[in-house]
């Protein structure tokens, strides 16, 4: 397949005043010349006509032309560039197709450039970030990580991981050089290097990672306690049906906003208690689900309640017989200080964050909007991060966890053989994030969420 020639029209779907249509292949730039009956010299704009084998005209326009390997998938790649209606571009492409060419799959140019060592795959993963951002520091940070700025940090982690295990499996190899790095502290410091730098890229890409799929926010809590109230204001608009009458909520609402361009996806849910209505039960159940795949959860508190404002967070959730998801962050929301004479406030002394705030008034709000954003990761100054996705996160705890274990292995036991593996494992896993260790599956699984042009 890669010995194909391919196409696509590389623009959005839809009506446009210029469309763009890409070629890639070793017969692109002969197919380009027969279109355009013109000889394509690199990168140079050719104003010409568009015929078909018939010389018919279909159009006028631009073509260019990049020869291999200076082309973005290091091929020869020809742009025709006419005008934007899609069924131009569609006869266009018919015409390559019937001179040779064949329709890309989704990614495949992208594909092309990392089997052609042109960009590697956090870069060809950025490319789809980019075009997907929704807000501006999602699309900043792809940019950066589309130049090599994630790339760049894991490959200053490789080659720490490279240099010590080069000396560990040299000194167990040649025994008789007589280095015992297990009584060498340099090891140990090494390994400690290597462990605080990766995971200030563990953090860095958490960061990214929910800038670029925003945090998911679960608002749980009694009935009455005032979920929906708080999504309303949240919102800034009132999505959530508001009542006296406790269960009105029975499914879960969900609601996606920015707060500085940071997404959050926020989801209401059923109150919790114990009940004998199968409909509101059901709505407990899909409440539990919900709290149990968040990446915060908001648990309302009604301040005006005194048996609710005295009872520990971990009471209110086990009322209905399951506690709180043990790996999911909780922000207490003392809610209704409105009515309880209480000021606005955060609270992080406490054994969870509180914030106490009014979601009739808006007093708080702001609070709180700042206190997640804290848990974002947030900076003003947006300089220096990148995009990452969650299979970076989960390679980058993979190869933590392999650090940690070699670390050890090496204090307590001695054991060199067992460290030298746990580097080389440690060391695969971060060969995963940009491509140097890749299976067939993980590149399909990867490409196949590109738009077809790209």
Same mark, same amino acid.
């Given at each position: 397949?890669?010995?194909?020639?391919?196409?696509?029209?590389? !623009?959005?779907?839809?009506?446009?005043?210029?469309? &763009?249509?890409?070629?890639s292949g070793q017969h692109a730039r002969d197919i380009g010349c027969r279109i355009t009956e013109t000889d394509l010299q690199a990168?140079?704009?050719?104003?010409?006509?568009?015929?078909?084998?018939?010389?018919?005209?279909?159009?006028?326009?631009?073509?260019?032309?990049?020869?291999?390997?200076?082309?973005? !998938?290091?091929?020869?790649?020809?742009?025709?560039?006419?005008?934007?209606?899609?069924?131009?571009?569609?006869l266009l492409v018919q015409e390559t197709c019937k001179l040779g060419a064949r329709q890309a799959e989704p990614g495949e140019f992208?594909?092309?450039?990392?089997?052609?060592?042109?960009?590697?795959?956090?870069?060809?993963?950025?490319?789809?970030?980019? $075009?997907? +951002?929704? /807000?501006?520091?999602?699309?900043?940070?792809?940019?950066?990580?589309?130049?090599?700025?994630? +790339?760049? /940090?894991?490959?200053?982690?490789?080659?720490?991981?490279?240099?010590?295990? &080069?000396?560990?499996?040299?000194?167990?190899?040649?025994?008789?050089?007589?280095?015992?790095?297990?009584?060498?502290?340099?090891?140990?410091?090494?390994?400690?290097?290597?462990?605080?730098?990766?995971?200030?890229?563990?953090?860095?890409?958490?960061?990214?990672?929910?800038?670029?799929?925003?945090?998911?926010?679960?608002?749980?809590?009694?009935?009455?306690?005032?979920?929906?109230?708080?999504?309303?204001?949240?919102?800034?608009?009132?999505?959530?049906? &508001?009542?006296?009458?406790?269960?009105?909520?029975?499914?879960?609402?969900?609601?996606?906003?920015?707060?500085?361009?940071?997404?959050?996806?926020?989801?209401?849910?059923?109150?919790?208690?114990?009940?004998?209505?199968?409909?509101?039960?059901?709505?407990?159940?899909?409440?539990?689900?919900?709290?149990?795949?968040?990446?915060?959860?908001?648990?309302?508190?009604?301040? !005006?309640?005194? +048996?609710?404002?005295?009872?520990?967070?971990?009471? $209110? &959730?086990?009322?209905?017989?399951?506690?709180?998801?043990?790996?999911?962050?909780? /922000?207490?929301?003392?809610?209704?200080?409105?009515?309880?004479?209480?000021?606005?406030?955060?609270?992080?002394?406490?054994?969870?964050?509180?914030?106490?705030?009014?979601?009739?008034?808006?007093?708080?709000?702001?609070?709180?909007?700042?206190?997640?954003?804290?848990?974002?990761?947030?900076?003003?100054? $947006?300089?220096?991060?990148?995009?990452?996705?969650?299979?970076?996160?989960?390679?980058?705890?993979?190869?933590?966890?392999?650090?940690?274990?070699?670390?050890?292995?090496?204090?307590?036991?001695?054991?060199?053989?067992?460290?030298?593996?746990?580097?080389?494992?440690?060391?695969?896993?971060?060969?995963? $994030?940009?491509?140097?260790? +890749?299976?067939?599956?993980?590149?399909?699984?990867?490409?196949?969420?590109?738009c077809i042009g790209k």
């Amino acid at each position: 397949m890669n010995q194909d020639t391919i196409v696509a029209v590389a !623009t959005a779907p839809g009506q446009g005043g210029i469309g &763009v249509i890409r070629l890639s292949g070793q017969h692109a730039r002969d197919i380009g010349c027969r279109i355009t009956e013109t000889d394509l010299q690199a990168r140079h704009a050719h104003y010409c006509q568009f015929r078909n084998r018939d010389k018919d005209l279909l159009d006028s326009g631009i073509a260019l032309f990049f020869p291999s390997p200076h082309s973005f !998938t290091g091929e020869d790649v020809v742009e025709l560039q006419a005008h934007g209606g899609p069924v131009i571009l569609d006869l266009l492409v018919q015409e390559t197709c019937k001179l040779g060419a064949r329709q890309a799959e989704p990614g495949e140019f992208s594909l092309r450039a990392y089997l052609n060592n042109k960009i590697d795959l956090t870069q060809a993963e950025a490319i789809a970030d980019l $075009i997907n +951002s929704s /807000t501006e520091q999602a699309a900043l940070n792809a940019s950066r990580s589309m130049q090599g700025a994630f +790339s760049k /940090t894991i490959s200053a982690l490789e080659s720490k991981v490279m240099q010590l295990r &080069v000396f560990v499996e040299a000194a167990i190899d040649f025994p008789e050089e007589e280095i015992d790095f297990i009584k060498d502290s340099k090891v140990g410091e090494q390994l400690q290097d290597i462990l605080q730098s990766l995971e200030a890229a563990q953090s860095e890409a958490t960061r990214g990672c929910l800038l670029r799929e925003g945090m998911t926010l679960v608002i749980a809590g009694r009935p009455n306690a005032g979920k929906s109230s708080l999504l309303n204001a949240l919102s800034g608009q009132d999505r959530a049906i &508001v009542t006296a009458e406790a269960g009105t909520t029975r499914d879960l609402l969900q609601e996606h906003i920015q707060i500085d361009g940071m997404p959050l996806h926020i989801v209401d849910t059923a109150g919790l208690r114990l009940s004998e209505d199968e409909i509101e039960q059901e709505g407990i159940r899909r409440a539990r689900g919900a709290m149990a795949t968040a990446d915060r959860i908001l648990l309302v508190v009604d301040t !005006t309640s005194k +048996s609710e404002r005295e009872a520990d967070y971990q009471t $209110i &959730v086990e009322e209905t017989g399951e506690a709180l998801p043990a790996n999911v962050p909780v /922000t207490i929301v003392r809610n209704k200080i409105d009515m309880a004479d209480e000021e606005s406030r955060l609270n992080n002394s406490a054994e969870r964050p509180e914030v106490y705030l009014s979601a009739k008034t808006g007093a708080g709000i702001d609070l709180l909007q700042q206190h997640l954003k804290v848990c974002m990761g947030y900076q003003s100054d $947006i300089e220096g991060g990148f995009s990452a996705r969650r299979r970076h996160l989960e390679a980058l705890e993979r190869a933590r966890v392999f650090l940690v274990d070699g670390q050890r292995q090496l204090l307590n036991a001695g054991a060199g053989e067992l460290l030298a593996e746990d580097l080389r494992h440690c060391h695969s896993s971060l060969g995963e $994030i940009t491509g140097i260790v +890749s299976s067939d599956d993980l590149l399909g699984e990867i490409f196949s969420g590109f738009c077809i042009g790209k």
